[in-house]
Structures are given as structure tokens and as C-alpha cells.
């Protein structure tokens, strides 16, 4: 597979903005069961090998993985602060949890646990993500195997099928729209901001 | 109206983030017709006199706003770099355009234009958003009136009725999560991260 043509600006972003220690944070928008959005911050963990999909982490037990299961479909906002530009991400998603047959997924989220730090690992062993608070004195946290992930550690893989990439800095705004089409191909036009 | 008790947190992010731009920017999520999730990065321009409505400005010729003609709910999602910190608003958004007969929200409407910057009205009157690029050269800026809003200009408005309040400098860190009752108090509770 080859990089979409939109890799390049966004490898640029990242690389210009890399002292602002947001730049690796977005926002993914999902759809809530009442059919309402719903909009988080994430943490982009790379892409996936030698694919245009983006990596992200999360517990089986927040309510995205639900939203994902019954909808997966997302759109990320992802803004650089540094050079004022913005990056949406719209496509399906891809949830990889403990019962994900496909091997090649399955090993790329043991890798990816694997790679996180051992405070983000922790995170994964707290009580239920928003159940009422108990007795913050009872938690303990547990020593973590560091190979092997916890059932409740999913990857989650935004494949994108559109890109909408804004530069603030020039006026007017430049603005560029990348859409996958049905052979693979990527088109790409300069549009109105 | 009294002000909602998540008002608080949220005047102490904005005052703590003050020297960080982007501060005022949020990301917005919206339901496209076809059911899937919009996001992108709008800028905060206050709230509305004595309510907890968050105000945002657009374009009519947007897609945000056939969105949200079709659909209008919405969730922001607020992060704080400096502090560490994010807001989730949830609610129901009010379109304010041309056409609105109410007169407050029609002089709130106009309010806004006036207190808007040069450069920003000006886009406005840029060429429809999202259609492909014409002629750049063509484009000459008119002059606009600073006191009545071109009719394509729009104010949004977000009424929360669910905020989640995320502060990720402690560990574990700290959740809070706000709605408003049906006799329009709100109810707090602290929740697992």
C-alpha cells in the first residue's frame, strides 16, 4: 500500500509542531446510542504499520467502545497550534479487543500495549471510567504484566476516507479535500475555506 | 438565571490557560444527514448575557449548519493545555440566522457582527466555503458594514445539559460529571476517570 497524499502535510504538521506537546492529542467525534455526538480527546499512537490508519487506545469499558460497537464510524479534529492548521479525519472504525480473532490485530494491540508507559498501563486497571466515585483509599494499583494486556485494553483503528486539511496562517485560508475513491485512489482538490 | 455550578471550573481553566490561543478555540461535534460524526475547531465568543449558552459564529452556506437545521445537538469538547484539563458540553444548539423572528436572539445576532474583528467579517464574504477554488485573483474584499451582519452570517447557540469535567493532573485524575434536572437544577457527582 502507498501513503495517502495527505500523509506528507500531516507529517509536516506533526514534525513543525512537535514542541507543542498537544500536537499529539485529538479530538474524535463518535454517535451515542439516542443518535446525539459525542466528542473526546485522544492520544494519536502512530499509524498502523505500512497503512494509512490511525492508531488509538481506550478501555472496553468507556462508553466509546459501545458507541464504536453499535456505529463505527468517527470523525478526528486535530488542530496544530504552532502553524494554525487543522486536520479532519472522517471514517470507519476498527475496535481490537481481547476477543478480535484476525491474528495480525490481535498482535498489533499486544504491541501496542507493549509500548505504553507504565503510568498510561496503570490507567487501565482503575475501577469503572465513569461509575460514581468509591473510596479513592481501596485503590491500590496492581503490578501490571507488561507483555500480555489487560481484557480490557482495545485498539482502536480510524481508517480515513475523507481528509479536510485547513492552514489558517495565509488570507484567504488555504484549504485542501483528499477523498479515497472506490479503486483505492486518492482524489484531491484545492476548495474554498 | 443563576449560573450553572460548572460555570466555576470552566472561568478558572480560561483564566489559568490565558496565555495559550488555542485556549479559546473547542472542537464541535455535529451529526452529518447521512448519520455519521462532523468535527472541527470553532472559537469561543462567550456566553449569551445571563445564561450558560455558549456562543459560536459561522457561515449559512457551512455544512455545520444544514447539519444542524437537520439535527441540532451538539457536543464541545474543551482542552486546556496549560492545565491539563477538558470540558465535554453536551446539549442542544440554536441556530440564529437571518431569519430568526425573535428579537433578542436577532439583536444578539447583530451584537455579534459589531464585536467581531475586521479580518474576521471580512470572511464572511469570502466565496462559498468547501466549492472548489476559483480564480484567487478574482477576489477583491468588499467593504462591509460593521454594524449590520451580512445576511450568510450565523450565531450558534449551546445550551448544555450535560458537562464532563476532566482534570488529568492528578493520579488518578479527577471526573466530575454535571446535568441539568427536569426543574432545571443541575445535579454534580464525581466519576471514575
Redesign the interface.
Known amino acids: 500500500m502507498s501513503l495517502a497524499p495527505w500523509r506528507s502535510p500531516l507529517s509536516h504538521a506533526l514534525e513543525r509542531n512537535r514542541s507543542?506537546?498537544?500536537s499529539c492529542?485529538f479530538?474524535?467525534?463518535?454517535?451515542r446510542p439516542d443518535?446525539?455526538?459525542?466528542?473526546?480527546?485522544v492520544v494519536f499512537r502512530g499509524f498502523l504499520d505500512e497503512t494509512n490508519q490511525l492508531k488509538i487506545v481506550t478501555d472496553a469499558r468507556s462508553q466509546k467502545v459501545k458507541q464504536i460497537s453499535a456505529?463505527p464510524?468517527?470523525?478526528?479534529?486535530w488542530?496544530f497550534?504552532i502553524t494554525r492548521e487543522?486536520f479532519?479525519l472522517?471514517g470507519p472504525l476498527t475496535l481490537v479487543d481481547s476477543y478480535t480473532p484476525n491474528r495480525a490485530l490481535q498482535q498489533a494491540r499486544c504491541r501496542e500495549w507493549q509500548q505504553l508507559s507504565d503510568?498510561t498501563r496503570r490507567?487501565f486497571s482503575?475501577?469503572?471510567?465513569?461509575?460514581?466515585?468509591?473510596d479513592?483509599d481501596d485503590?491500590s494499583p496492581p503490578v501490571l504484566d507488561t507483555t500480555q494486556p489487560l481484557p480490557q485494553f482495545c485498539l482502536i483503528l480510524l481508517n480515513p476516507i475523507t481528509v479536510d486539511w485547513l492552514e489558517l496562517r495565509s488570507?484567504?485560508h488555504n484549504?485542501w479535500?483528499y477523498q479515497l475513491n472506490g479503486d483505492r485512489t486518492w482524489s484531491q482538490?484545492?476548495?474554498?475555506?
Do not use: K
Not at 443518535?35 to 480527546?41: C, D, E, I, M, S
Not at 482503575?126 to 468509591?134: F, L, M, R, T, V
Open positions: 507543542s506537546p498537544e492529542y479530538q474524535l467525534a463518535t454517535i443518535g446525539t455526538p459525542a466528542n473526546r480527546t456505529l464510524h468517527g470523525e478526528v479534529c488542530y497550534p487543522q479532519r472522517q503510568s490507567q482503575w475501577p469503572d471510567p465513569a461509575a460514581p466515585c468509591g479513592r485503590f488570507e484567504p484549504r479535500f482538490q484545492a476548495i474554498n475555506p
